[in-house]
């Protein structure tokens, strides 16, 4: 007896060009959906990051003048025609016995910067003729004056009675505004200003 013949039916395997372009179709929507959700997040985590640094030099800058003021037996401030300031004060020291610095704070508005220099011993401070940058410490830049044309620092008030107004917009990509007043916490039978000014 002989067996029956195979007959097996030749077919195509694979895709055709209609299902190959709606698959195409589809990856790239949910590869458009992907990208914009990555996308968002990376520009929120962008955004974040740079408010957070804005922030965090604001805090010191606005620290570092607060300290100073506050320890203070006298503070003077000069502004400038451009619109940069300077401000310093003679400032106890922080120690087991009283001791005395001259400690400054230079905001320039050609940087936008704000920076600091301190002596100790007590010597009197002069702003460099080419400007603080390279000697004097970096507190932080991208700093802008607020629009009613005040300066960051403002000093009001008496060398042996003074607050310091400090108004710091500082603008990276976000912009973030710390405003504060600070002020001398000095007994008057201790107001002296020598040597720093």
């Not at 997040?41 to 620290?63: H, V, W």
Request: negative net charge.
């Amino acid at each position: 007896m002989r067996a029956a013949p195979d007959h097996h039916v030749a077919t195509e395997d694979g895709f055709t060009l209609v299902e190959l372009l709606i698959y195409t179709m589809l990856l790239a929507i949910v590869l458009v959906i992907v990208g914009g959700f990555m996308f968002n997040s990376i520009s929120s985590s962008n955004t974040i990051r740079t408010t957070s640094q804005a922030s965090t030099e604001g805090q010191l800058i606005a620290s570092s003048l607060q300290a100073g003021i506050e320890n203070a037996t006298a503070v003077t401030g000069t502004d400038y025609p451009d619109g940069s300031a300077l401000v310093m004060a003679r400032v106890a020291t922080r120690g087991a016995t009283l001791d005395w610095q001259c400690e400054a704070w230079y905001y320039s508005a050609a940087d936008k910067a704000v920076y600091t220099t301190t002596t100790h011993p007590a010597v009197a401070i002069t702003l460099p003729t080419g400007g603080p940058k390279g000697s004097w410490s970096l507190l932080g830049d991208g700093i802008v004056p607020v629009t009613d044309g005040t300066g960051p620092l403002a000093l009001h008030g008496t060398s042996y009675s003074a607050s310091l107004d400090i108004d710091l917009p500082v603008t990276k990509s976000q912009p973030v505004h710390i405003e504060m007043t600070a002020y001398m916490r000095t007994d008057p039978s201790e107001l002296v200003s020598a040597p720093c000014f």
